[in-house]
């Protein structure tokens, strides 16, 4: 049963489904998308919140202030995304870890990520959410996560544009021999 609070009011059940023209089949496939993107969200804030700016490299520091302005971005994605989630009568994910290992991402990094990582990780995100997007609005009807996954979606191609705006030869070089 889910638990919100609003309008000052405390943590208040919801026992009845909501309707809202959409039935409940689609509101369900909905949220299996929603706790999808809320899984690679998930992975995404882990890893920009573990990425370095690596002090040796150009721009180190301000680089550092980049992740930490994008990871504060991406958990207000996080909370946006499971507030939509809740709207439709679902449950987020019981465990952290089961939200982790349902990601579409790849939720194992090996050190700190570095930016083109990120960057990689933004873009793969940002194809996942257009075809979720598409699904959200032809296949389901709902109007109102299409919405949400589009500004999500626009969001998540700033923070791919601003990455990639502050990538140096040095980093596409090293880049170049990981692959």
């Known amino acids: 049963m889910a638990r919100t609070s609003f ?20 509101r369900q496939s909905v949220v299996e998308i929603l706790n999808l993107l809320l899984a690679d969200e998930a992975v995404l804030s882990f890893k920009t ?84 997007a598409q699904k959200c609005s032809e296949l389901y009807d709902d109007q109102g996560t299409f919405a949400l996954l589009v500004s999500v979606m626009c969001l998540h191609e700033k923070m791919a544009w601003i990455l990639r705006s502050n990538i140096t030869s040095g980093q596409l070089d090293q880049g170049k021999r990981t692959q």
């Open 49 to 132: 919140h573990k990425a370095d700016g690596h002090p040796g490299e150009d721009g180190g520091s301000d680089l550092q202030s980049l992740y930490d302005a994008q990871y504060k971005q991406i958990q207000d994605i996080l909370k946006e995304i499971a507030e939509r989630v809740s709207i439709l009568g679902g449950s987020d994910p019981k465990s952290l870890e089961e939200l982790i290992d349902s990601a579409r991402l790849d939720s194992k990094p090996n050190d700190a990520p570095g930016i083109l990582h990120i960057l990689g990780d933004h873009e793969a995100f940002i194809r996942f959410l257009r075809e979720d």
């Open 7 to 26: 309008y000052g009011h405390k943590n208040v059940d919801v026992t009845i489904q909501p309707n809202i023209g959409l039935d409940a089949s689609s």
